[in-house]
């Protein structure tokens, strides 16, 4: 494997072993997809067309994408190590720089401070409120980023307690007139409740056994929702829920979505303020330890029934703080919000960050719920092209975007020895 | 070795893994400051002993006792692993455990977990007292390290770390969490001779200057022969032979038991 990979060299894939290796996956894709890309039937006409120019265009795609794949793997798999960790290095000092040092992390706070703050008032409505979903899954993406990333507990029901929080603002809305903000902690705590009640059964559950149970854990509250009519309306969901208010101040729809905009804006800060915090806490040490090692952790003192309800209530709590918020931005919610794949599309947020890394997660939330929204021509393909990126970014950057870095600890000895 | 100062004392302690008994009826017993040896063939059971000791299983019978430093007894056969380690046994892993993708001082920090308060208000929060912990936690871990020589490694990834180093930061990681009794499973494992030696020097440092007792399983008989000051031997899961290391070396039943394994192998 290492000689065969040290041999070749990027212009070996002028050769034409590989480019007869392209070949041969073409016409094995072209064959695979003739059922569904070129056999037509035509209902009216009672006929079968054929559509040939399809296959030609498959045939080219899957050579060039497959030579291109098997060029990048084998790059990466060669690439003079030392050379690439250096322009690695740099690479990263870039947002090291950015950040560690004041000079220049003042400046650059200030301008996305800016930025942030003047967006509502130079782009549309429309604009504001995908900003908004993009904040609203910055927060979920963190707040499941202690279970997976820091937690390195496979948990796909997160969505569960999204719903928890927006139900939990709506009913308590609807029956007592509950505002947004108190609202807002009620569902937070009761998602934190959920979370442990969940956290309980699942306590000894590992890996692939958790994922299911948590899934199904998922599914349970939303079929719940769906059919206990006299609790939650059923599939038809509860509207005309209030958008949050502020001392009674009559809002214009562009100036209450400005409004949600900048409550988004406050618990985004929040929430990544308290991830900085807890990361390099005892308690992030504890739940970072136990994902690198379940036993080990034990044997160190850790308790691991506790670390694991901790995890599971406090992502709780993010999710059920985004969920009122859903809930107070659409006015309307039902069970068709809560699906399975907005599990899977926070996890996928998380994936493609890179576990356990705040920057990487928020580039990651922003790049999944903005790219679509602006490459709407793109819309039919958007999971193909999600299932194609998380991948890609698996073989090519199984880190994530910004892959999670630990803390650098400076010694008086140390910085003696070095300088 | 007098009955009044023993720390570690197992009574009939038995593993079952259904039909295979593993540990058969240990009697074993370290007493305070002492460096004690537990050897055997491959397969004999000793692993399966630390980890009933160390709560990681629950033993199918027999009582283990503790004598922590303040002179209270405990029974502690089938408390959870975290407790344990809270009374004040601390171990390492024939297989290294080591959080691998964590720095260095990140590992012996977390082995401090035990003897830090910070919850999760604590973190939240991060008031003075937590900011103060934090502060201690990390000064102390790196004195650990310095102890056993890894200081020039503190910022690197645990799995980066050369083999023998690994080893070392098992050992400054179980330090850490201040145990009176310290287990270690085949800390030389996979050393050169060099290492080895000086893994030697430092289980004795361990033990003085400390004040730590160590029980520990090798393989390596010039290092348990020169380390120990006495020797359990246990084969099929049974205690064969205790006693000195003269004793030990002459006990037929252990010469029986050894050249018997290089026999088969
Ligand atoms: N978790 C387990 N389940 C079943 N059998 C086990 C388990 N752990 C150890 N054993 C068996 O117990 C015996 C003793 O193993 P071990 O304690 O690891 O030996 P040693 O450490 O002395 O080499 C072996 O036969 C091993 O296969
Ligand atoms: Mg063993």
């Known amino acids: ?40 039937v035509n209902t009216i006409e009672n006929t079968v067309e054929w559509h040939w120019n399809r296959m030609v265009f498959v045939g080219l795609l899957i050579f060039f994408g497959s030579w291109g794949w098997r060029y990048l793997l084998a790059r990466r798999e060669m690439g003079p190590r030392p050379r690439k960790a250096e322009s690695e290095r740099k690479r990263f000092n870039l947002t ?27 782009s549309s409505m429309y604009q504001t409120n995908i900003m908004i979903t993009a904040l609203n ?66 306590l000894r559950l590992r890996g692939d056994y958790l994922a299911i149970v948590t899934l199904g854990f998922g599914e349970i509250v939303r079929i719940i929702l769906e059919n206990w009519n006299d609790f ?20 214009s729809l562009p100036q209450v979505t400005t409004f949600i905009y900048f409550i988004m804006i406050g618990l985004v800060v929040f929430t990544i303020f308290l991830m900085i915090r807890l990361e390099n806490s005892r308690l992030g040490r504890a739940w970072v330890a136990m994902r690198e090692d379940e036993v080990a952790s034990r044997a160190m003192g850790i308790d691991i029934r506790k670390n694991k309800l901790t995890a599971f209530s406090l992502g709780a709590v993010w999710a059920g703080m985004a969920g009122v918020v859903f809930a107070s931005k659409t006015t309307f919610i039902n069970p068709a919000s809560f699906t399975i794949w907005e599990s899977v599309m926070v996890l996928s947020i998380v994936v493609l960050g890179g576990m356990g890394s705040i920057i990487g997660i928020i580039i990651a939330a922003l790049i999944m719920i903005l790219l679509p929204e602006y490459l709407r021509a793109f819309s039919e393909f958007r999971m193909l092209l999600f299932g194609f990126l ?21 010694f008086p000895q140390e910085e003696a020895g070095n300088e | ?77 089938g408390k959870r692993p975290n407790v344990v380690t809270n009374y004040g046994l601390a171990r390492t892993f024939q297989n290294i455990r080591l959080f691998q993708n964590l720095t260095v001082l990140e590992n012996v920090m977390i082995g401090r977990h035990t003897r830090m308060k910070a919850g999760i208000l604590g973190a939240v929060l991060r008031n003075k007292a937590t900011k103060e912990e934090e502060e201690r936690v990390i000064y102390e871990s790196y004195e650990y390290l310095k102890k056993l020589h890894l200081e020039q490694h503190v910022n690197e990834l645990a799995k980066n770390l050369p083999y023998g180093a690994q080893r070392r930061l098992e050992i400054a990681r179980a330090m850490a969490t201040e145990p009176f009794l310290l287990l270690l499973d085949e800390p030389a494992a996979g050393m050169n001779p060099q290492e080895t030696r000086e893994l030697d020097n430092l289980i004795v440092k361990i033990r ?30 049974k205690l064969i032979a205790q006693g000195t290391p003269e004793e030990i070396k002459h006990h037929p039943e252990v010469i029986k038991a050894y050249l018997g394994e290089e026999v088969d192998a």
């Open chain 1, 137 to 202: 899954y910055i927060i979920l993406g963190l707040g499941l980023n202690i279970v997976i990333g820091l937690g390195g507990m496979l948990h796909l029901g997160y969505i569960a307690f999204y719903a928890v929080g927006a139900y939990s603002y709506a009913l308590l809305n609807y029956h007592f007139g509950v505002s947004f903000w108190l609202a807002l902690p009620i569902g937070a705590g009761l998602s934190a409740i959920f979370g442990i009640l969940l956290a309980i059964p699942v």
């Open chain 1, 232 to 251: 939650s309306f059923g599939p038809s969901g509860i509207a005309n829920i209030p958008r949050p208010g502020l001392f009674g101040i009559d809002f």
């Open chain 2, 1 to 77: 070795m007098s009955e009044s100062n023993c720390i570690l004392d197992t009574r009939a302690l038995t593993m079952d893994f259904g039909g295979l008994r593993a540990v058969d009826a240990m009697n074993l017993k370290v007493c305070e400051g002492e460096i004690v040896a537990l050897i055997g063939p491959n397969g004999a059971g000793k692993t399966t002993f630390f980890n009933c000791v160390t709560g990681m299983l629950k033993p199918s019978l027999g009582t283990i006792v503790i004598t922590m430093p303040d002179g209270q007894e405990k029974e502690i056969q």
């Open chain 1, 390 to 410: 998380l991948v890609a970014m698996m073989v090519f950057r199984p880190g994530g975007l910004v892959p999670a870095k630990r803390k650098v600890y400076t």
């Open chain 1, 1 to 40: 494997m290492s000689n065969v990979s040290t041999e070749i060299k990027p212009t070996s894939f002028l050769s034409f072993k590989e480019l007869k290796k392209s070949l041969f996956t073409a016409v094995w894709f072209m064959i695979l997809t003739l059922p569904i890309m070129v056999i037509k």
């Open chain 2, 208 to 237: 003085d200057t400390e004040k730590i007792t160590i029980l520990l399983i090798e393989h390596d008989m010039n290092l348990v022969m020169s380390l120990s000051e006495r020797i359990y031997v246990m084969d099929y899961g």
């Open chain 1, 96 to 122: 090291a720089i950015l950040m560690e040092r004041k000079q220049v992390r003042t400046p650059t706070i200030i301008i996305l401070a800016v930025m942030v703050i003047v967006f509502p008032f130079i």
